[in-house]
């Protein structure tokens, strides 16, 4: 099966160009910040310097492996999905469900080894960079110097290769299952991330304004809340369309498409709401910390820069990552649709009221998304903002947030409707039959 799945890649390596972006940029991210431990771990740097290094390394190599692995799955579910009918011809003519999982995941090693080894270079680059800002900032001396070394390349690497193996056996084995699978598990884990998020953001009112760790306990919270929202995504987006119908021929087809794929398009949602929840506490609270420290006239200290520079790099990650799953996930479930497509005109529609449609689509996956992740978000913005400042509400203004919500629609509307276009210069008979 192995040699099947590297003769599958040299048949067609287009199918895996989004599997392999991901491993690239999963690889680059994580090598760029444990080459921080490395450099690090170097004869004479001094304490505060190796702290700082070690800490930037330990924090966002962290969020940056559970973001690869997501981002992975990701793009191994989309092409899952894609080779639906090759699947179950494989298993007409023989294949047992083991060889084609074994089929299916030596191939998403292979690309994810591949894109792991490509990544080695910017990293590199990616990581000297990091070390002049940090040395800009004052947290690293300029004495140090950067060293790429065995912790880097072999965390890219085998966790590349681990998310990209353990994505590619879910997803495949979702795919071989002759009976739906009931959900039961992710509704348990969905109310239990919910759960612990409410504790989470509770406990905020147990630090005291000054407490160094004050920021922890909303921002985790908020992320786990956001969580939580994301694995209920079929039901909130159900919900929400039974209670907002829309006139007129193009909103009542994007009603009842949305309707009917609801479980397909919570894979848009999932980065959607994990976006703007991550990215709106984060800079929300931290412009909220810098505020409260320029009032009381006290320089910055190391420990601030480092959270500064930190929180500022985890949201340039998930901005990266979740523009990485919307793009996939959206191009995927509209390229499908060719045939759908193809016959609504032929019922009458035209290409017009058929973009109308997606566009209505895209606006309420939009606002579902930024919904729910604003909620997750102000669920632990606002008990921060009143612990650190005794004030309500952050005095930040709406600016941060429209800048969120401008990027989420943006990459929304933008990839469905460019692939949508795309689809409709296909004559419409040719995409009904070419797709049957």
Same mark, same amino acid.
């Given at each position: ?51 700082? +290094?070690?800490?930037? =390394?330990?924090?966002?190599?962290? %969020? ?48 994810? +080894? ?11 680059? $990616? ?18 110097? %950067? ?59 147990? /630090? ?20 939580? /929202? ?9 919900? +929400? ?39 709106? =506490? ?48 959206? %191009? ?15 019922? $009458? ?88």
């Amino acid at each position: 099966m192995f040699a099947l799945a590297l003769r599958s890649i040299r048949k067609r390596p287009g199918r895996f160009t989004a599997t392999l972006l991901s491993a690239f940029l999963g690889a680059a991210i994580i090598m760029t910040f444990n080459s921080m431990h490395d450099t690090a771990g170097q004869p004479g740097v001094d304490s505060v310097s190796a702290e700082s +290094l070690s800490t930037a =390394a330990s924090v966002v190599g962290g %969020y940056g492996s559970l973001l690869v692995f997501f981002a992975v799955a990701s793009t191994l579910t989309v092409n899952v999905r894609q080779r639906g009918a090759e699947i179950e011809l494989l298993r007409c003519s023989g294949a047992t469900p083991a060889q084609i999982k074994r089929m299916v995941v030596g191939e998403s090693v292979a690309v994810a +080894l591949v894109g792991a080894v490509l990544a080695i270079g910017p990293a590199m680059l $990616g990581g000297q960079a990091l070390l002049h800002v940090f040395q800009d900032s004052g947290q690293v001396r300029r004495s140090v110097d %950067y060293s790429f070394g065995p912790i880097a390349l072999l965390s890219g690497i085998d966790v590349t290769v681990l998310a990209a193996a353990g994505a590619a056996f879910l997803a495949v084995r979702r795919a071989t299952q002759r009976r739906q699978p009931r959900g039961g598990a992710r509704k348990f884990l969905a109310y239990a991330a919910l759960a612990v998020g409410v504790a989470a953001v509770c406990s905020t009112f147990a /630090f005291s304004a000054r407490d160094a760790a004050l920021m922890a306990p909303p921002a985790y919270g908020a992320i786990l809340l956001s969580v939580g /929202f994301a694995l209920l995504s079929p039901r909130l987006l159900k919900g +929400l369309l039974d209670r907002l119908p829309l006139s007129g021929p193009s909103g009542y087809l994007a009603v009842r498409n949305m309707r009917r794929r609801a479980e397909e398009l919570s894979g848009v949602l999932m980065p959607l709401i994990l976006f703007t929840c991550m990215a709106t =506490a984060t800079l929300y609270m931290q412009a909220v910390e810098n505020d409260a420290i320029d009032d009381s006239g006290v320089p910055k200290s190391v420990d601030a820069k480092n959270l500064e520079t930190l929180n500022l790099v985890v949201v340039g990650i998930i901005v990266v990552f979740s523009c990485i799953m919307l793009i996939n996930s959206l %191009y995927a479930a509209t390229t499908y649709r060719s045939r759908e497509f193809g016959q609504q005109r032929l019922a $009458g529609a035209t290409p017009g009221q058929v973009l109308s449609m997606v566009g209505a689509e895209g606006m309420l996956l939009t606002v579902t998304g930024v919904f729910f992740g604003t909620v997750a978000g102000l669920a632990g913005i606002l008990p921060f903002t009143l612990v650190r400042t005794d004030a309500t509400w952050p005095g930040q203004g709406l600016g941060i947030w429209l800048a969120i919500v401008a990027v989420a629609a943006a990459v929304t509307l933008g990839t469905s409707l460019f692939t949508a276009r795309r689809a409709l210069r296909t004559p419409a008979v040719a995409a009904v039959t070419i797709a049957a």
